[in-house]
């Protein structure tokens, strides 16, 4: 039911952009160092967000926003379609990056090798975040631009750059690694739960 909610929404959102792009005519550079021109886009202005670090966390105001983007797309609903499934994929993933290095931090606060535990961590870890990720992580904009290159790219003479933010609250961020430490504290392996305390101490802390 969930995965039949997300293909509604996402072929929604595929209409709703292809039926109000403009176009800019610009020439400049695309990504990979691709020279062409802008023939057609998503909206009249780029989005602040479109021009961050792409496949990397962005703290906001009440969130973190990841940065997905995809070229060389020839079809744009299929591309829109791929590009927020595959931007939420690797969203979980850059997350999961990120709960673990709040671990490792903690872990090395009280010399313990995060190393020595991981296969033990993994298996909290993997759990709390996927979790956490399919119940707060959501497509929060998506930006296209149709792209004319100055020289036919893989046989492409025009192309598509596709741009995606997932935004996850802040609130599920604190609250993995709040559930992540508690299921440490409660794991037989001591290790474990001298990180688990850990983090506990260190979000107190914080907060």
């Known amino acids: 039911m969930k995965l039949y909610h997300l293909k509604v929404s996402i072929i929604a959102s595929c209409f709703a952009l292809i039926s109000s792009c403009v176009n800019p005519s610009a020439s400049y550079q695309g990504l990979g160092g691709v020279d ?43 591309g829109i379609k791929k590009t927020q499934l595959n931007a939420l994929l690797r969203g979980k993933d850059v997350f999961r990056d990120e709960i673990k290095l709040s671990i490792t931090d903690a872990a090395t606060s009280v010399r313990v090798s995060y190393d020595q535990v991981a296969d033990s961590a993994a298996f909290h870890v993997d759990a709390v975040c996927e979790q956490a990720w399919s119940a707060n992580a959501k497509v929060a904009d998506i930006f296209f631009e149709k792209f004319r290159p100055a020289v036919a790219t893989k046989g492409l003479l025009e192309f598509y750059n596709i741009f995606v933010i997932v935004e996850l609250p802040k609130s599920a961020m604190s609250e993995s690694l709040r559930n992540v430490a508690r299921r440490f504290k409660n794991s037989s392996k001591s290790d474990l739960q001298k990180i688990g305390a850990a983090i506990d101490t260190r979000m107190s802390v914080a907060h």
């Open 36 to 78: 062409g021109e802008v023939v057609e886009r998503s909206r009249e202005k780029a989005p602040a967000w479109a021009g961050l670090r792409p496949f990397a966390f962005h703290d906001q105001a009440f969130s973190f926003g990841y940065i997905h983007v995809e070229n060389q797309h020839a079809d744009l609903p299929l």
